[in-house]
């Protein structure tokens, strides 16, 4: 048995993603800030464990990786789905809001990256990691100075832990969604204007849904990809093709 760990589970890209790997027969961790929403997803699954995790907290995420391992007794692959978007013009943003978005984005990808590994290498088997970037690791938008910074150093991140990691056989790739029908981004798909100068920029002109996100992470922890590391996989609807 597989056993998978995803953070942000409890909705959205984190949701459909655990759903998705436990289809194909995982154990899933549903880690989440909101406890009572990663259990409502991991109660929907067959083998599947709830934990309220804050991505910034560094004992918090050890003592996860600790429950994992006493639960189902090894880690094989992680989702880092958690994630924070916040507007607001360079002017004015707050230092704290920067930090903020910085620390759950960037920061919590690399303490779920780190420790999980971490696990993989005392068992010895290798692994997988998928960090959930953005269009927004390739490209910024106005008003956006905070978010397009954290993840801009979520891909460069992916490429570095890909090259430590790799001794060890553990792959790490990033993921760049596009605009995907998710509560995080609902306000901004809904609005009639900057709804539709979203779907002016994506050339299938619709929003992507997560379970499109959730098999490509299915497929990036999967050993049809065990010869990728290191990449940037967009999926945008052709955003960055233009």
Not at 128 to 155: D, E, H, Q, T, W
């Amino acid at each position: 048995m597989q056993v998978s760990l995803v953070t942000g589970a409890a909705s959205g890209i984190g949701a459909a993603t655990a759903r998705r790997l436990a289809a194909r027969g995982d154990a899933v961790v549903c880690a989440d800030l909101d406890g009572d929403g990663a259990a409502s997803t991991a109660a929907e699954l067959t083998q599947a464990m709830p934990f309220a995790l804050d991505v910034t907290d560094e004992a918090a995420t050890d003592a996860m990786v600790a429950a994992t391992l006493e639960r189902f007794g090894d880690l094989h692959h992680v989702v880092a789905c958690a994630g924070m978007e916040l507007h607001g013009h360079s002017l004015e943003f707050s230092v704290e809001d920067f930090r903020r978005t910085v620390d759950v984005n960037l920061t919590g990808c690399f303490l779920t990256a780190q420790r999980t590994a971490r696990a993989m290498v005392e068992a010895g088997h290798g692994g997988s990691i998928v960090l959930i970037g953005s269009i927004n690791s390739k490209i910024a938008l106005p008003a956006f100075a905070a978010y397009v910074s954290s993840k801009g150093g979520v891909l460069m991140l992916g490429k570095g832990l890909a090259l430590d990691f790799a001794a060890h056989d553990i792959r790490v790739n990033v993921i760049g969604p596009g605009v995907i029908n998710t509560p995080m981004s609902a306000n901004s798909i809904a609005d009639p204007v900057r709804g539709g100068w979203l779907m002016s920029k994506t050339p299938l002109g619709r929003p992507g849904q997560p379970e499109e996100i959730a098999e490509l992470a299915a497929f990036l922890t999967s050993d049809a990809a065990s010869f990728m590391t290191g990449a940037y996989v967009p999926a945008d609807g052709g955003w960055l093709a233009g």
